[in-house]
């Protein structure tokens, strides 16, 4: 395996996501917009979410950050599954996407943790009572963070670190996986998933929010994977040109 950032100018071009320009992260900023003046003044509250439902619109910021939690890590897994098995993309650029993909994961299994303990007070009257949704989610930000510190252990050797940080992302997908959709159908939990699965507990304008919220997160990923990756580009090539 490439053991030093030589290979990454060669191999840039190829590797450059394939959404450019402005237009789409103009369009992210706009569609963000609407879904934080949606989720206040044009969605409707949703049955079951207490005698208003208004309680419901917390699930609008903790759903698509809990579905990118995920997300990110198969998107790590993709990568490091390449890093390992495929010898000729194995360069520690296709390493530092899989670090990319799992630094966002974090952030966003913070951001479903946070949210999903501000619906827990608004809904339940109780920040945290280790719910095994909120559990799992906690033990799945550890999981993360080990990663993230096992990437910071070994700074000084990067194929060492690519090599260990891409095993780890593989063997770590079976805990998460587990602790994301196994342990809450296993145990009791009071997560409302099936309350929101039923279409006639919230209204069109409410499934509308919520798609976009959706689509929202999903672009802010790209063009925030984009941002960190062009940054590591940039240290690679000076590091390379020293």
Request: charged share 15%; proline share 4%.
């Amino acid at each position: 395996m490439a053991d030093t950032t030589a290979g990454v100018a060669a191999n840039s071009k190829s590797q450059v996501p394939p959404m450019t320009g402005a237009w789409w992260k103009l369009g992210t900023g706009f569609l963000m917009i609407f879904v934080i003046y949606g989720a206040f003044f044009i969605a409707k509250g949703a049955a079951g979410f207490g005698e208003s439902g208004d309680k419901a619109r917390a699930v609008f910021f903790h759903v698509p950050s809990a579905i990118l939690a995920s997300v990110c890590y198969f998107v790590g897994m993709y990568f490091s599954v390449i890093y390992l098995f495929s010898s000729k993309r194995s360069t520690l650029e296709i390493d530092a996407k899989a670090a990319i993909s799992m630094e966002l994961g974090a952030l966003f299994c913070l951001l479903a943790t946070i949210t999903g303990s501000i619906f827990a007070g608004i809904q339940w009257g109780v920040f945290w009572n280790w719910d095994p949704r909120e559990t799992s989610i906690v033990i799945t930000l550890l999981l993360y963070s080990s990663y993230l510190i096992l990437r910071g252990a070994l700074n000084s050797n990067p194929t060492k670190r690519a090599n260990l940080s891409a095993v780890y992302c593989l063997i770590a997908l079976v805990p998460q996986q587990f602790l994301i959709w196994a342990v809450p159908r296993i145990l009791e939990t009071n997560h409302p998933t099936k309350v929101l699965q039923n279409s006639g507990n919230t209204s069109p304008d409410y499934r509308l929010i919520l798609w976009c919220s959706i689509l929202a997160f999903t672009l802010l990923f790209i063009w925030l994977f984009q941002l960190r990756l062009r940054a590591y580009r940039l240290v690679a090539k000076k590091e390379a040109a020293r």
